[in-house]
């Protein structure tokens, strides 16, 4: 089994600042998959970012990074330079790569409210 | 630009009611999820198909929901009969590569 925990219900930042965004995961699984996804109130699920349990380097989209820290088994969002648009809600999600007919489908955690101030 | 479209985009019924919700995957994507979304549970998975052949239903309560996938440009999720604590967000999701693209959701209340 697979389980996402995002331990910030809400965070706050100041337009223009970066903000970090927690997110820790456990898996038996040696090939897997870490998402991020956005949802702002008009309820749409926005994929942000991708990193491979493989991939050696941080995935980068733009404003969104994504510190991966395997050891510990952290997939924490870097939003930089937050935008008021930024205020959403973001999930952090994962899935196993291994096959099977737990391939693909995405566990994801409770989330974390973002309000970006101006 | 490819998108996951889903019908109806809202949808208020009553308690005792068949629901149909509708997902158009994105052309070629051949893995659908249905998931769902309440305040109370988060996001869950109800259902995946991969190639149209059911994968995985073990998230749905059997009595009253059912998944089909016709053909490859349609996906179904059926509520029969419906309660009221079946109101919730249900999206569906189709895999690319490495990706899963969200439809925009179905929103309903079962009165």
């Known amino acids: 089994a697979q389980k996402i925990t995002q331990t910030q219900p809400g965070m706050f930042v100041q337009e223009k600042e970066a903000v970090t965004l927690d997110c820790t995961y456990d898996?038996?699984?040696?090939?897997?998959?870490l998402f991020w996804y956005k949802q702002p109130s008009s309820g749409e699920m926005i994929f942000l970012i991708y990193?491979?349990?493989?991939?050696?380097q941080n995935a980068t989209e733009g404003r969104y990074s994504l510190n991966f820290q395997k050891a510990r088994k952290s997939a924490n969002l870097v939003i930089s330079a937050s935008q008021l648009g930024d205020s959403a809600m973001y999930f952090c999600a994962i899935h196993s790569n291994a096959g099977g007919t737990s391939y693909g489908k995405l566990t994801f955690g409770q989330g974390t409210i973002l309000t970006v101030h101006p | 630009d490819a998108r996951v479209t889903q019908t109806p985009r809202h949808k208020v019924t009553e308690m005792g009611q068949e629901v149909t919700m509708r997902c158009q995957p994105i052309l070629g994507h051949n893995t659908v999820f249905w998931y769902r979304q309440t305040m109370m549970q988060g996001l869950e998975l109800l259902a995946y198909?991969?190639?149209?052949?059911?994968?995985?239903d073990s998230g749905m309560p059997k009595d009253r929901f059912s998944a089909e996938m016709p053909d490859a440009t349609l996906a179904t999720l059926k509520i029969q009969p419906s309660e009221p604590r079946d109101s919730a967000v249900y999206f569906c999701a189709t895999r690319g590569t490495d990706t899963q693209y969200f439809g925009p959701g179905t929103r309903l209340t079962v009165l």
């Open positions: 990193q491979g349990s493989y991939d050696e």
């Open positions: 198909f991969r190639n149209r052949a059911p994968l995985d």
């Open positions: 898996t038996s699984d040696q090939s897997y998959g």
